[in-house]
């Protein structure tokens, strides 16, 4: 099994390696892809040293999958080529995502999707996911009419650079390159991605196109406000859902708690709800706050956790590897 990971040396590609190895994925042969400045390169996995290849000679080399993390413009050049090399390409990027016929996966939702043409899969939003699996339990059940979502997102999610914005900003050093247009720490940005002619950043529309591609329900109503705050744990979302069917929160609860991927934390009594320190270095969504909204009929709100470097990236793209080996696909 011979695994390329593109992009190995930003933040999610490093996860990636820590991702396949802590998950024992058979990788017999590791095959690690970086820009030319990262070429020669060492990187260690799963105790053993490899060398930073050129895309090149990975193709050469004709993994039979390739996790992608090195941006758009490099997933549209790349990914048809390592997919003409019979590969499986998982790119995490956002250039396939609204391609038809491209599948946009998170394993707990939609793995029906994969098949054995599915050589470019997407990995969505960091943001999406985590809201995705939360809400696939209860869709099922109460067939979701409109979500309202809020988000918290870590500094993580911008890469590398804004998290040493952050720190400069934190030890008051001065004249530190400037990843967002205003300061973070100590701050917060309603401002994720670029602004859009109707208002909204990319960001924003990606959880409304994102999540009605994944649920296959396009009548879905999806409004979004996407916000950088100052953390670097994970991403936290407040979400109001709106169901064509009444609910019980017992069922809810109870559907939460057995339901893949998801935990449970809600005991308000004793402080507990999920937060993005807890939720650090962690695969699963933690869901809490569970409350009906009181102004509104079959509307429920939630707080959602989750770490956007593991199942908002990292995680999630192993995942659909191993639901290709499941599936007996490769």
């Known amino acids: 099994m011979r695994v390329a990971v593109v992009g190995v040396t930003g933040l999610v590609g490093t996860k990636m390696l820590e991702v396949l190895a802590e998950r024992r994925f058979p990788v017999t042969e590791l095959l690690p892809v970086a820009s030319a400045g990262s070429i020669g390169k060492t990187i260690c996995f799963a105790g053993h040293e490899y060398k930073v290849m050129s895309a090149e000679d990975a193709i050469a080399a004709k993994p039979q999958i390739a996790l992608f993390s090195a941006g758009g413009s490099v997933s549209k050049e790349l990914a048809p080529r390592f997919a003409e090399a019979s590969c499986f390409v998982i790119d995490n990027s956002s250039a396939w995502r609204m391609e038809p016929g491209i599948p946009l996966v998170v394993p707990e939702v939609n793995s029906h999707d994969l098949n054995a043409d599915s050589r470019i899969i997407a990995n969505p939003n960091c943001s999406t ?96 406000t996407a916000v950088r705050v100052p953390t670097t744990g994970g991403h936290s979302e407040s979400i109001n859902v709106e169901f064509h ?34 939720s650090h270095n962690k695969d699963e969504v933690f869901v809490g706050r569970l409350r009906r909204d009181e102004s509104q009929a079959n509307t429920l709100n ?29």
């Open 129 to 224: 996911i985590q809201m995705v699996v939360a809400l696939k339990p209860l869709h099922d059940r109460y067939a979701i009419k409109r979500i309202v979502v809020s988000t918290y997102q870590s500094v993580t999610g911008t890469g590398q650079k804004a998290v040493l914005q952050m720190q400069a900003e934190r030890e008051g050093l001065e004249d530190i390159p400037m990843v967002y247009p205003h300061r973070i720490d100590m701050n917060i940005l309603p401002h994720i991605d670029s602004f859009l002619d109707n208002g909204y950043t990319k960001e924003e529309m990606k959880m409304v196109n994102e999540t009605r591609k994944i649920f296959g329900d396009n009548s879905i109503g999806v409004t979004s």
């Open 245 to 278: 069917r009444d609910f019980d929160l017992k069922d809810v609860r109870n559907l939460l708690e057995n339901a893949p991927g998801i935990v449970v934390q809600d005991d308000v009594l004793n402080n507990v709800y999920p937060m993005p320190l807890l």
């Open 302 to 330: 939630m707080w959602v956790v989750s770490d956007n470097l593991r199942k908002g990236a990292a995680t999630n793209a192993v995942q659909i590897a191993e639901t290709l080996l499941d599936k007996g696909i490769i």
